[in-house]
């Protein structure tokens, strides 16, 4: 079963007939050799990946181009781009329909008042097998969350929302941006078709509000907190501070991104994978 069909069995969508898996496409390469045959079939079966710039500052996608030393290797060989202006010049319009993808990586919030955003984002849910909130802007909102319009060239653009609020997100990678290891190792995970390693960000697929107050109000309102400071660590903003122990939060600071809270080793406890791996 080709990757887009897999990933559409595991979300309860309805898998189409597996074209590109039947024995017969091979013979169709008339008079080529075994290799190029094998060639084609490995690059038919790389995951396409589509990347897509809404109301977001391209910094998550410079995230992706920061794995260095691995970048050459995942662009070149391990997946498709087919999708995206910045990192392959392919755009969607009425004339050029936007291709399928296994995964679409959707940086930034969608702005109400661009109709363009708007129809890109619902079309993207159609020719997308997995959608993917790509860094904060487009999962929580974010700096977007302050948007108040009445700026020059569009000074009706006043209303920014996450993806979710307008379209079913399947995962979400929040970060402002989302550091270059966990691009690379989610796109290697899905590469992999390993879902167990994409659950977490499965889970905050819904999460599309997010402040450093949720870490008072979900973590040590409910007696979770152990003081271990990795959410000060993780706010890029300064705008928390161990106070006894506790985190405490400089509200004024505070852009939204919810870093924080995904960071906190006790926001997120995968209670089945521990009972599966302790055979209980
Ligand atoms: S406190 Fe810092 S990390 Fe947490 S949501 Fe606010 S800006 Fe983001
Ligand atoms: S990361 Fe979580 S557990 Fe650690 S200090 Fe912050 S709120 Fe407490």
């Known amino acids: 079963m080709s990757l887009i069909n897999r990933i559409k ?13 039947e024995p017969d496409a091979a013979k169709s390469a008339e ?8 060639k084609v079939a ?14 977001g500052c391209t910094g998550d996608v410079m995230s992706l181009s920061e794995n260095y030393d691995i970048l050459a290797e995942l662009l070149t060989n391990m997946v498709d781009i087919v999708y995206g202006q910045t990192l392959a010049d392919v755009w969607w319009d009425d004339e050029n329909p936007m291709p399928e993808m296994d995964l679409a990586l959707v940086e930034g919030s969608v702005c109400l008042q661009d109709e363009h955003s708007l129809k890109e984002l619902m079309e993207v849910r159609k020719r997308a097998a997995m959608v993917c909130a790509f860094g904060s802007c487009s999962a929580t909102g974010c700096f977007t969350r302050y948007s108040r319009g009445g700026q020059q ?22 970060g402002c941006p989302p550091s270059p290891e966990i691009i690379a190792k989610t796109v290697v995970a899905l590469i992999n078709g390993d879902m167990d390693y994409l659950q977490p960000m499965i889970d905050l697929a819904g999460m599309t509000e997010a402040c450093g107050c949720d870490l008072q109000l979900k973590v040590v309102n ?30 004024d600071r505070c852009v939204k ?21 302790l055979g209980l």
């Not at 991104?257 to 009972?275: A, F, I, L, N, T």
Request: net charge negative.
């Open 222 to 251: 409910h007696a979770l907190c152990i003081g271990c400071g990795t959410c000060v660590m993780a706010c890029q903003t300064r705008a928390l501070d161990m106070t006894n122990g506790r985190p405490e939060l400089n509200s």
């Open 31 to 38: 008079g080529a050799s075994e290799q190029e045959v094998e």
């Open 153 to 174: 060239a569009q000074p009706a653009h006043e209303s920014f929302v996450p993806i979710a609020d307008l379209v079913k997100v399947d995962c979400a990678i929040p």
């Open 257 to 277: 991104c919810g870093v924080c809270y995904v960071q906190c080793p006790r926001s997120w406890w995968p209670d089945e994978q521990v009972k599966k791996d």
């Open 42 to 55: 490995e690059e038919k079966a790389k995951p396409r990946i589509g990347y897509i710039h809404l109301s």
């Open 9 to 21: 069995k595991f979300f309860g969508m309805e898998a189409k007939p597996d074209i590109e898996a």
